[in-house]
């Protein structure tokens, strides 16, 4: 079977479905959603010449007689004359004829005349200075962060479009597996799904349910059929080699699913797999080993769930990378990497079946095949 490059896999995942429609949602709602559209600017900002300091407005040479006082959210009594001043607020708005604001710090009061250099202007923010109308201030497809929030609101947005976030289901496979208590004999304690919700809503998605099958095609077929019915994605756990409880293969293609991705050209997770059922809905298959299964998250679920949220496919950071990593001429290796301020060392503890090495790190190093041993890399950060 032949292995599909690891970037290639990324892309491939990406391009595997379409974004989720569109919702809107009131501001307080929106938050980790993606934007569905670009924010643009609904008016001009600031709607209005304001002041940037707390002091005078004046117009024309000085010496300058107040003749009236503006507070923010007020209005100017009148136009100001050569000769005259307005005491303003910082957001205050000016009057008609300002030429610019002296803070207090660079003026002189005295018998209600105002002494200062005229510097044509200074600290008077004008209207539309920041942005005009129909300016896009954030693209489609970006994360809606606190901060996207504070600046869609001072734009006169009450709610936003974002994309849905993607349900998520998942089967774990494994007659030796249990979910509870200090495995006993030869039984395994599911490691997969307790760490599958966590990873699914930080990539912006959201499990629907964890479910443990036996090792039995029939239930297989009969839990995925459902699960498909039920959520944006479907993920399966184990069965994904060549073992004799290894029937993923043969379940997908009996319920008619297109194979768009096998296996990948990477270690560990090289049984990941990534299907279409005939309603379109994905099914990303991870190897049972539970490092393995990480990697097949972040290599394929991560891109996918992207994707139907509307973001672009991830441009991964680079970083400079020190440390033993086993030579792969045809493959890309994941190693868990703890950052320093600029490189990336390896975390130790890194065999398939153990997540020791991923729990402590920052992120896994995507090691490209044929490395050149100094080329900075590729950096998938685990989210904590
Ligand atoms: N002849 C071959 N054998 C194997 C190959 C291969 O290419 N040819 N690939 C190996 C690799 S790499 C991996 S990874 C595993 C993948 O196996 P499966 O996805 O079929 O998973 P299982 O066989 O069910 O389990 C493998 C291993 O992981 C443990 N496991 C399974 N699920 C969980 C879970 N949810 N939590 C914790 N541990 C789990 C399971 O007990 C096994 O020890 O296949 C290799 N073999
Ligand atoms: O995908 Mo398996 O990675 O090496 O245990």
Redesign the pocket.
């Known amino acids: 079977m032949t292995e599909l490059p690891w970037p290639e896999a990324r892309a491939r995942a990406h391009q595997a479905a379409e974004p989720l429609p569109a919702i809107e949602l009131p501001l307080r709602e929106a938050l980790g959603r993606v934007l569905a559209g670009d924010l643009v600017a609904l008016a001009d900002l600031p709607p209005f010449d304001a002041a940037a300091m707390d002091g005078y407005a004046v117009s024309g040479p000085g010496p300058w007689r107040v003749t009236q006082r503006i507070m923010a959210g007020g209005e100017p009594s009148a136009p100001l004359a050569k000769g005259q001043a307005a005491e303003v607020a910082t957001g205050s708005p000016l009057a008609p004829g300002t030429e610019c604001v002296l803070p207090y710090e660079d003026a002189e009061r005295i018998d209600g005349l105002v002494y200062g250099e005229l510097k044509p202007g200074l600290h008077v923010r004008r209207a539309g200075e920041d942005y005009r109308a129909g300016t896009v201030l954030v693209p489609a497809g970006s994360p809606v962060s606190p901060v996207v929030l504070g600046l869609a609101a001072s734009a006169g947005y009450d709610r936003i479009r974002v994309r849905p976030r993607p349900t998520v289901a998942a089967l ?3 007659n ?2 249990v979910d509870s208590g200090l495995p006993t004999g030869t039984r ?6 307790p760490m599958l919700p966590g990873l699914v809503s930080a990539f912006g998605g959201e499990m629907a349910s964890v479910r443990q099958v036996s090792d039995n095609p029939a239930e297989l077929r009969d839990a995925l059929a459902e699960s498909a019915e039920q959520a944006h994605v479907v993920v399966i ?7 004799p ?2 029937y993923l293969r043969e379940v997908l293609a009996g319920l008619g699913g297109r194979p768009l991705i096998s296996s990948v050209a990477c270690r ?4 990941q797999s990534l299907s279409l059922l005939p309603d379109g809905v994905p099914v990303v298959g991870l ?4 490092f ?1 299964a990480l990697v097949a998250v972040m290599t394929l679920l991560e891109p996918l769930l992207a994707r139907l949220t509307g973001q672009p496919l991830a441009v991964l950071p680079r970083c400079r990378f020190e440390g033993y990593v086993r030579f792969d001429p045809h493959r890309t290796r994941l190693v868990p990497v703890m950052l320093g301020s600029e490189v990336a060392r390896p975390a130790g503890h890194t065999r ?2 153990l997540l020791w090495g991923a729990a402590l790190a920052d992120a896994l190093a995507a090691i490209p095949p044929a490395w050149d041993g100094h080329s900075p890399v590729p950096l998938l950060r685990l989210p904590r």
Do not use: K, Y
């Open positions: 774990v496979t494994g030796e597996l395994v304690r599911d490691a997969i799904g756990c184990g069965a994904s080699s060549a073992g409880a290894d560990p997770g090289h049984p190897p049972g080993n539970p393995a398939p079946g």
